[in-house]
């Protein structure tokens, strides 16, 4: 009896210890998700104060906010921002403002000097696709992928980032440069590559599996965080929903 009721004593604590991992772990994704809307509810507020679009990216030394233009490299990000409140809020509040922010990245679609247009778009109108269903951003985001694969080349099988002819770049003697971040334009390949049949996967593919080859250690290891796999290379599982279609 007594070695029965020690084991029931212990599993109670072991229940109990679970219960309040997944309670400490509740408040800890909500604490989060709080602190998020304030912030983005403070810099949404400056920017519709302004009665501009204006796109943060970082913050200066003297404490100021630095906003970019549209062909930045990081202007997707906070219109993708935007979106994630109104995904994991429910609020309506965010859903015009996301959809005021992403627009405003029209013509990013039609960029071709760089490959950052993968996930500029894929933050913004992909999310916008995802979250609240925008049927008329498919177009923008296949205009996207095709704009993309222009720098696709063969002989290597990769996507070019940069351009190596002007700027900075020129500067180091590069003649296809292709960085890790690259693997953040695959998911927006691989959604587009259900509709645009010029789009052949296999072009996805080949440059999925050489970064891929190129950023592992033998240990396993790899330089590229497991969140950006997952976001490109679960996209290649079939399909959680209906491909677009043109």
């Not at 498919?138 to 002989?155: D, E, G, H």
Request: glycine share 6%.
């Amino acid at each position: 009896m007594k070695t029965v009721l020690t084991t029931l004593g212990i599993s109670l604590l072991v229940l109990a210890g679970c219960a309040g991992q997944k309670q400490a772990e509740s408040n800890f994704i909500q604490e989060n998700i709080d602190n998020a809307v304030a912030q983005e509810t403070i810099q949404t507020d400056i920017i519709e104060k302004s009665g501009k679009i204006l796109n943060p990216r970082t913050i200066d030394k003297d404490g100021n906010i630095v906003y970019v233009p549209i062909d930045d490299w990081c202007s997707g990000f906070f219109p993708g921002n935007i979106w994630h409140m109104y995904e994991l809020t429910g609020d309506q509040k965010w859903l015009p403002l996301a959809e005021k922010y992403t627009e405003d990245l029209d013509s990013v679609q039609y960029l071709t000097w760089h490959h950052d247009v993968g996930f500029m778009i894929g933050s913004s109108y992909l999310n916008g696709y995802r979250f609240a269903g925008k049927e008329e951003y498919k177009p923008v985001i296949i205009q996207t992928a095709k704009s993309l694969s222009t720098r696709f080349r063969p002989a290597a099988g990769v996507l070019q980032s940069w351009d190596a002819d002007k700027g900075w770049q020129a500067e180091r003697g590069w003649k296809c440069p292709v960085i890790i971040d690259n693997m953040m334009n695959l998911e927006l390949l691989f959604e587009a590559s259900n509709t645009w049949n010029r789009l052949k996967r296999s072009t996805t593919l080949s440059s999925t599996t050489r970064i891929f080859r190129k950023t592992w250690f033998p240990t396993g290891i790899s330089m590229l965080p497991i969140s950006r796999m997952n976001l490109a290379m679960l996209r290649q599982l079939p399909a959680r929903r209906p491909p677009f279609t043109s």
